[in-house]
Nanobody, 128 residues
Framework: QVQLTESGGGSVQSGGSLSLSCTTS?????????MAWFRQVPGKEREAVVS????????AFTDSVKGRFAISQDHTNHRVLLQMSEVKPEDTAVYYC????????????????????WGRGTQVTVSS
């Protein structure tokens, strides 16, 4: 019954902004260790974008999006949001959210194997 649902994808021009949402259900949001956003383009491996420790101050971004993307936690609505600014054509990808439910020590992780639950993805297309 656990579900992660991404929304907010679409087309945007280079330099513009877009916000993605990952809404959780069937779990206790505040009890999660961490959540993350990954992205993937055809022919390439899935790439971590950002990871955040739920309820904590720690977030980590991949170098290519630092200064342009931000992540926030909405505990009222059991979701995380990815705010994308100054987007570039190379940001075009299918974006997936993921959740980690347990860990002896919660920390931001870029390893896809650390995450137990995944959404189905949402397409982001940035045109030049």
């Amino acid at each position: 019954q656990v579900q992660l649902t991404e929304s907010g994808g679409g087309s945007v021009q280079s330099g513009g902004s877009l916000s993605l949402s990952c809404t959780t259900s069937g779990l206790t949001f505040s009890g999660l260790c961490s959540m993350a956003w990954f992205r993937q383009v055809p022919g390439k491996e899935r790439e971590a974008v950002v990871s955040t420790v739920i309820g904590g101050p720690t977030s980590a971004f991949t170098d290519s999006v630092k200064g342009r993307f931000a992540i926030s936690q909405d505990h009222t609505n059991h979701r995380v949001l990815l705010q994308m600014s100054e987007v570039k054509p190379e940001d075009t990808a299918v974006y997936y959210c993921a959740a980690r439910t347990s860990s002896p020590f919660c920390r931001a992780s870029f390893s896809s194997g650390d995450y137990e639950y995944w959404g189905r993805g949402t397409q982001v297309t940035v045109s030049s």
